[in-house]
């Protein structure tokens, strides 16, 4: 059997979108899986849709997820060029051929005749007028500098069919295409023709895409038929959907991987949720690294409906892997938001970190979890109440003082150290240590939910803030 080899062909419209990267990544598992070549392909032939640096955005997400393409534009490979405009020569010599082989035509019409081939309900199809050409014909209206185009030469009648490997056999009617344009007036191919032509060249032997293409696909072997090209094997990917009606959407913006990186989501979580998003190993497994994903990637897991993209998923996943990092590796992601956070240069970054890292999914969540800490301001008095540890803003205005009294001599205000100082008092006070420990996290934090308990916030802020911040409380209880 040929060795295999997949591709991803994006178009350089924009930033990396988590559906493309999805189609990347199950061509780049099945090609791993299988022993054969991920190729990159840039599809870059509709020039007014191309956004500058789209291309190296396209490059860096691959690399960053770990997408590692056997040949593409910037590493080469035996298959070039590997960018579609610079392939312009290659598609008008085939374009010629399938002329030749009754497989399209030369068309003259003028937009005006096009446009008077509208229906009343706004549909077009074209009606094959240019075909009555003669030889002759097209070749005095080529010479005469005439524009045209070159359109495919699709069957009136018939079915077609072919079988894709997850949605079975699927049937088109001709009538139902149209004789789409193959090479554009200024010698560019579409997509209908370039993805043919580069799919075979490039030897490409499963074609792994959006089901969006499921029934233009048949336009396609028409193609492969004429030429005598053997076809590729189909691989077509479920929609991913935003809710339960929306699709999610490169145009809108929807899902774009710098986005995700930005507010603090790690690579491998991303790419992680990004595969379950229409596939499931065997074994329902969800935390995959992209080796384990190789390992047991297979199509049957491929599921035909649809996948919501589920933010919430993501951050659950996200907080995974963020508490499966070491502490080192952790403090360096965290840093940047460290930095943002309002307690840069007050507190110790690193004291903090130790805090949040168990306690945080997503790291651009840092500064908002703990800007609060920079200083303390008014709250609400009602947070001393907990029926558990009998606490309330009375129990908080006696005990309160005793706290301070007893922080004030320890000598080294490390966590251990007021954990057991303060521990061994509830007994004298005759009160339960859960509340002294809530009353003392209130006084210094004045939050409900805070990452890390009394003596730990206690420990980072430092003595003198400690008691100065109990002092405040105080003087509002
Ligand atoms: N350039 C096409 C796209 O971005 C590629 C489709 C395909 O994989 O054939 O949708």
Not at 54 to 76: C, F, M, Q, R, T
Request: hydrophobic share 35%.
């Amino acid at each position: 059997m040929a060795k295999v080899r997949t591709r991803f062909a994006p178009s350089p419209t924009g930033f990396m979108h988590l559906g493309g990267l999805r189609t990347a990544l199950y061509a780049f598992l099945y090609a791993k899986a299988n022993g054969g070549d991920f190729v990159l392909r840039i599809e870059d032939t509709d020039q007014q849709r191309f956004v500058e640096g789209a291309v190296d955005l396209i490059y860096s997400s691959l690399l960053e997820s770990g997408l590692k393409y056997d040949e593409g534009p910037d590493i080469g490979g035996n298959y070039g060029p590997y960018v579609q405009s610079e392939r312009k020569e290659i598609y008008a010599e085939y374009a010629k051929k399938l002329i030749d082989l009754g497989g399209a035509y030369y068309c003259f019409c003028s937009k005006e005749r096009l446009e008077s081939l509208t229906d009343e309900n706004g549909n077009r199809k074209y009606d094959k007028h240019c075909l009555k050409l003669s030889k002759e014909e097209v070749e005095t209206k080529i010479k005469a500098g005439e524009p045209y185009v070159i359109r495919q030469n699709i069957p009136t009648e018939g079915m077609s069919s072919y079988d894709d490997l997850i949605y079975g056999t699927i049937e088109v009617d001709y009538k139902e295409l149209e004789d789409n344009i193959l090479i554009k007036s200024d010698g560019m191919p579409t997509y209908n023709f370039a993805n043919v032509i580069d799919d075979h060249l490039m030897g490409i032997t499963h074609v792994i895409r959006g089901t969006e293409y499921l029934s233009s696909t048949p336009k396609y072997n028409l193609m492969y038929d004429a030429f005598g090209w053997e076809r590729p094997v189909y691989i077509h990917l479920p929609t991913i959907m935003k809710d339960a009606t929306r699709k999610l959407s490169k145009r809108y913006g929807d899902a774009n991987f710098d986005d995700f990186v930005n507010k603090g989501y790690l690579k491998e979580a991303i790419i992680n949720y990004v595969a379950l998003l229409g596939w499931a190993p065997k074994d329902n497994r969800e935390k995959m690294t992209l080796q384990e994903m190789i390992d047991c990637f297979s199509l049957d897991g491929i599921s035909k409906s649809p996948s919501i993209f589920d933010e919430v998923k993501l951050r659950w996943l996200n907080g995974e892997y963020i508490k499966a990092l070491t502490f080192e590796e952790f403090y360096s992601l965290a840093r940047p938001f460290l930095e943002k956070s309002k307690v840069n240069g007050i507190f110790d970054l690193e004291k903090i970190a130790k805090l949040l890292h168990n306690r945080v999914d997503v790291l651009g969540e840092i500064p908002e979890k703990i800007d609060w800490l920079a200083n303390l301001e008014t709250y609400d008095l009602a947070l001393f109440d907990n029926k558990k540890n009998k606490t309330n803003a009375e129990v908080a205005k006696t005990l309160l003082p005793k706290i301070k009294e007893v922080l004030s001599s320890v000598e080294s205000f490390d966590n251990d150290t007021l954990f057991a100082t303060l521990s061994e008092k509830a007994g004298e006070w005759e009160v339960k240590s859960g509340a002294i420990f809530w009353v003392l996290r209130i006084a210094i934090t004045g939050q409900g939910v805070t990452p890390g308990g009394a003596t730990e916030i206690a420990s980072l802020i430092g003595k003198d803030e400690t008691l100065k911040r109990i002092d405040f409380s105080l003087s509002i209880l």
